[in-house]
């Protein structure tokens, strides 16, 4: 019978509770399946009588927990939410099933309900199970609303559009939970068929394509599918920051394993930031690509350039996720695209580690460790390993370990062949890390609170190299937090 309620088979659902009327064991449970059904045949008074006895089988058992511990008093609040908003429903019906057209102030109870709704949900560590119990439900509700309001679209707009709002952001709701706990087929199964009306905002719209990609992106056997979505998005409806988020998510789709049409991402997160160029994701995604190709081929002709580009569009990313509203140019912070780019903060701190003092590129010869021998392979590391490419020179021996990464040091003497000592030791960055970050920080676009978390690390620099770039940003901290 649980089934039954979610299957929205109804008259199987009463059918099976008429014949077990006496035999079901009195629980909380068969009280929420008997109000299910009073309120699906609209019999508010037996309803209220299986939603009272379902309270007081809940507080019984309330009382016989104990007094320590979370784990047993959570599945009875869920209950106790069901309950509650089984007691909402039965007011929002007993309002809306009068046909009679009355005036907008006498629907400000089911208004105000549907508003509750939306603030009122289960926390999302919750079980998918109660996420669905609780919006299916009001799933029902919503089409009640709807159905009711249909013929007032002419003479109240607004309330015509209310069941249609607030059935479109519960669907998408329940698909982005979904997605969540790693259940992207899930996310698309009821994204696409548990709304069923073509009537949409357009708000809700950009939701739901987006809950759609993302989870199209967690499926590699998809990703096609995905695309192919996006493609045939109509753009017309969409302001111009709903667009530069599409074709952003296009490019995600175009770099991946399974596609892999670089330039074709590059392309779209090109066109993205040519509509809105305060989009944080987008210049976020945009450095991820171009560090990603860096790190393919860091020796490669074009590998300065990508990593000056990922180095800037970091940078950028920040700046716009940490800006204050007003200036960012959105009316609602984006707290994905802050935690992203927060995120993003170590990876510039390791890049800006192999800047030497003068921001050059520090190199070594591959070639000299493959000739050398395995016990000769700390050698050449001595003699001929480390350059600086402003100089083009070898240092002395002691200025070359000076200049390791402190991770890399370890494999100096530890290297089992000529080739593994290669494979650890790339090709370091160039300084065009250190030059952007030095630029960010001299215009204060970056807030100094993103580095609170990155304080000892940027202590330990104060030893390295990169000195010179960390120093400022140090001083900054100290200013504007003298404690």
């Avoid at 809700?204 to 998005?233: H, S």
Wanted: include cysteine; glycine fraction near 4%.
């Amino acid at each position: 019978m649980d089934c039954l309620w979610r299957l929205h088979d109804w008259e199987t659902l009463s059918a099976m509770l008429a014949q077990s009327q006496g035999q079901m064991e009195p629980a909380v449970s068969s009280c929420l399946l008997s109000a299910y059904a009073a309120l699906r045949e609209v019999n508010q008074e037996a309803a209220n009588t299986h939603i009272d006895k379902g309270f007081q089988y809940a507080l019984a058992k309330w009382w016989q927990l104990p007094d320590t511990g979370s784990a047993p008093q959570l599945a009875l609040l869920q209950v106790f939410q069901q309950l509650v908003e089984l007691r909402e429903s039965g007011r929002v019906l007993t309002d809306v099933m009068n046909q009679q057209q009355r005036s907008d102030q006498q629907y400000s109870d089911t208004k105000d309900i549907l508003e509750t709704w939306r603030l009122r949900t289960p926390n999302e560590w919750d079980g998918l199970v109660h996420w669905q119990d609780v919006l299916l439900w009001r799933n029902h509700i919503y089409n009640v609303v709807i159905g009711a309001f249909n013929s007032m679209q002419e003479i109240a707009p607004h309330l015509h559009q209310m069941g249609y709002r607030d059935k479109a952001w519960s669907v998408n709701k329940l698909g982005h939970i979904a997605y969540k706990h790693g259940c992207p087929d899930v996310c698309i199964t009821v994204i696409n068929n548990m709304y069923g009306y073509n009537a949409m905002e357009v708000q809700e719209a950009f939701v739901k394509i987006k809950e759609q990609a993302r989870a199209y992106l967690a499926l590699p056997l998809d990703l096609r599918a995905g695309l192919n979505m996006l493609n045939t998005t109509n753009l017309d409806y969409f302001a111009a920051h709903h667009q530069a988020e599409i074709f952003r998510l296009k490019a995600l789709f175009m770099a991946e394993p399974g596609m892999n049409d670089l330039d074709g991402a590059s392309s779209a997160l090109s066109t993205a930031l040519c509509l809105w160029r305060q989009c944080p994701d987008a210049w976020l995604s945009w450095g991820q690509l171009c560090d990603a190709r860096y790190e393919a081929d860091p020796a490669g002709p074009a590998s300065q350039q990508l990593l000056q580009y990922a180095a800037h569009c970091y940078v950028q990313g920040i700046k716009l996720s940490t800006a204050p509203l007003a200036a960012s140019g959105m009316k609602a912070r984006n707290e994905e695209a802050l935690q992203a780019s927060i995120d993003l903060l170590p990876r510039l701190l390791h890049l800006l580690s192999f800047d030497d003092r003068d921001g050059a590129l520090l190199w070594w010869h591959k070639d000299s460790m493959l000739q050398t021998s395995t016990a000769g392979c700390a050698g050449a590391l001595h003699t001929s390993a480390w350059c600086v490419a402003k100089r083009s020179a070898a240092l002395p021996h002691t200025a070359a370990y000076s200049y390791l990464p402190s991770g890399l040091q370890l494999y100096r003497n530890c290297c089992d062949t000529p080739a593994r000592c290669a494979a650890l030791l790339t090709p370091c960055v160039a300084g065009v890390v250190g030059e952007e970050l030095a630029r960010a920080v001299e215009e204060r676009s970056l807030p100094p609170w993103v580095w609170f978390m990155w304080i000892p690390q940027l202590l330990t620099s104060l030893t390295r190299p990169e000195t010179h770039r960390v120093k400022p940003i140090l001083k900054q901290l100290a200013e504007v937090n003298k404690q």
